[in-house]
């Protein structure tokens, strides 16, 4: 094997073999490590290359295996795609595209379970009824919780594009509280009737909506037409076969499955 090198790829130190990087004559790294074009050192003396430095680990792993591996739960597709352009490693192009088409077919077929769970719960909280007086009341208050799970990514996208939450004023996307790419829970109440605004902050309530239309999900029939009308829109159809009838219907499961 040749003498390692030190490569600097946007900040990130990766050492390897001038045999690997020129492994394919005609790619960027090729030419650039074969002295046709000019490569630029960082003030350690690497090699400096101002490109993304996470990425190039399956670049330059495919240049030593010839294998692009990439972890189940890769979320990067377009960043990869732009930094193998770049590259111009042939193979590894091919292999980027046919990686793709084997992506899209999974995600075609998906399945889209659902798990809800409603309590009621009392709430204490302070009324103003004139200055300097105050009296204390309190209210039965609906909670409700949703656990999602998708083996389609993009459609868990789509909802988080769907509904927000509403809390301190402000209505956040709920893709911010995704799990993992594949799972997740929401956990909102129903509006109060006569509960202070600032009482919802106070007492960390989150409420649901949906936009654009706007609506508040202030019951789980509520939430599960909206949810099944995102979900027949992406593809999705009600699984007959699972849960039990009488579970869907009380709004306990849902199932469905998507089949392209």
């Not at 490569?7 to 005609?26: A, E, H, I, Q, R």
């Amino acid at each position: 094997m040749s003498e390692p090198i030190t490569l600097n790829v946007g900040g990130k130190l990766y050492t390897t073999s001038l045999s690997t990087l020129t492994s394919f004559p005609d790619s960027m790294l090729g030419a650039m490590f074969s002295g046709k074009i000019p490569t630029k050192k960082d003030r350690q003396g690497n090699c400096f290359i101002d490109r993304d430095g996470k990425i190039f680990r399956y670049i330059l792993n495919f240049l030593r295996t010839s294998h692009l591996d990439l972890p189940e739960d890769f979320q990067e597709m377009g960043l990869l795609r732009r930094e193998v352009d770049f590259y111009q490693i042939q193979p590894l192009i091919e292999a980027l595209q046919e990686k793709e088409v084997e992506l899209s077919k999974a995600e075609k077929n998906a399945m889209l379970n659902i798990t809800l769970d409603q309590k009621t719960q009392t709430v204490h909280f302070t009324v103003r009824e004139a200055p300097q007086i105050y009296s204390l009341s309190s209210s039965n208050m609906e909670v409700f919780s949703a656990h999602i799970f998708s083996t389609s990514c993009l459609f868990l996208k789509l909802l988080g594009s769907k509904l927000y939450y509403c809390f301190n004023g402000n209505l956040s996307s709920i893709s911010s509280y995704l799990q993992d790419p594949n799972h997740l829970t929401l956990d909102w109440v129903a509006s109060v009737e006569g509960l202070p605004e600032e009482e919802y902050t106070r007492q960390n309530l989150k409420r649901l909506w949906v936009v654009p239309d706007n609506k508040q999900i202030n019951s789980f029939q509520v939430f599960v037409e909206e949810v099944l009308k995102i979900a027949m829109s992406d593809g999705f159809c009600i699984d007959s076969s699972h849960p039990h009838t009488s579970d869907f219907m009380n709004n306990k499961i849902i199932r469905l499955i998507r089949y392209k």
